[in-house]
């Protein structure tokens, strides 16, 4: 499947949204952790100087302080890396934000193995687990431009705290500008009667490759977006499995605790499929080329593909 080239990543896409939103909400704040050039918030603070606290390298401090400005009846987006938003922070996200249910919005970068050449310390693959298991936080995944575009605005018009979870690099577009999106939706990608690969963030496009590869087999996967993770489109996954009778999760994150895990739980309380979960087996990654690093890992399309080919083979094997 050929994919465009996207032009910036989404966390650029994300910060320039914040920035121009900004125009016309006149509440919202941004605090950041001195990471302004790797989140792209500078280009916040170029335009509102006077809404823009930079905090230093200071996680925990720079939450509870977004957390007494939203106690105040601010909203607030902060900004930062995955791995130190979701764990050195998460006390203060947990105990500040989250139990108050005040509005304070994480620009998380640098999500799972998009980070690979910057190594296992900014690789964020477990941030998934840790954010959804907290009560009150959503937690959203934009795969593109236009989902990244519309994470902002539906995290700034979302009650209480709302993660999402952005990537390092630039990598495809998918979704056409004026695609609409919502808290607790998902996309269908790619239509399927065989088996359904549930996914989101960068997953989409390997997912898409692994389905392109699997229709060669004589396999069409039905491929879906769930761009929100929390809360999630219980619908959409029940309509699908129940047509094509398999699932496969595929994410960019450890595979314990994950999205799968949900998925799983669901599929076997209220429709048992034979299911496959794709994600970082208890290990650490390693820095290095983005896609090939997906591939020693088991996370690029063609591993998807392979893994997704054997639950299928499997399942008739047990006939």
């Known amino acids: 499947m050929h994919f465009n080239a996207a032009k910036s990543p989404t966390r650029k896409v994300f910060a320039e949204r914040m920035t121009a939103r900004a125009e016309t909400d006149k509440d919202f704040v941004v605090f950041e952790s001195d990471l302004a050039k790797s989140t792209y918030s500078y280009i916040f603070n170029e335009k509102h100087p006077a809404r823009y606290f930079n905090m230093g390298i200071a996680e925990i401090g720079t939450v509870a302080s977004a957390a007494g400005m939203a106690a105040e009846g601010r909203n607030v987006v902060v900004c930062g890396y995955g791995v130190f938003i979701t764990m050195r922070a998460i006390e203060a996200i947990r105990s500040f934000v989250c139990y108050p249910h005040l509005n304070v919005k994480f620009l998380s970068s640098h999500g799972g193995l998009t980070a690979a050449i910057d190594g296992v310390t900014h690789q964020a693959t477990e941030d998934i687990a840790f954010m959804a298991t907290i009560p009150q936080m959503k937690v959203l995944v934009p795969a593109d431009s236009a989902s990244a575009t519309a994470a902002l605005d539906i995290a700034l018009d979302t ?29 269908i990608v790619r239509k399927g009667l ?49 047509k094509t009778g398999a699932l496969v999760v595929a994410e960019n994150h450890q595979k314990r605790n994950g999205f799968g895990y949900e998925l799983a739980v669901w599929s076997l309380q209220n429709h048992p499929v034979p299911t496959e979960l794709i994600g970082l087996e208890d290990t650490f990654a390693e820095s290095g080329n983005y896609q090939i690093t997906l591939d020693k890992f088991g996370l690029s399309g063609a591993k998807i593909a392979q893994k997704t080919a054997a639950l299928l083979n499997k399942g008739k094997g047990a006939q």
């Open 194 to 242: 065989d088996v359904t690969i549930a996914t989101y963030g960068d997953m989409v496009f390997q997912s898409l490759v692994a389905a392109d590869e699997l229709s060669k087999q004589g396999i069409e996967a039905e491929v879906i977006d769930f761009y929100s993770i929390k809360p999630w489109d219980q619908a959409a996954l029940a309509e699908s499995i129940k």
């Open 159 to 187: 009650p209480g705290p709302v993660f999402t979870r952005l990537m390092r690099d630039p990598l495809y577009e998918l979704y056409s500008a004026d695609e609409t999106f919502a808290l607790g939706g998902s996309k």
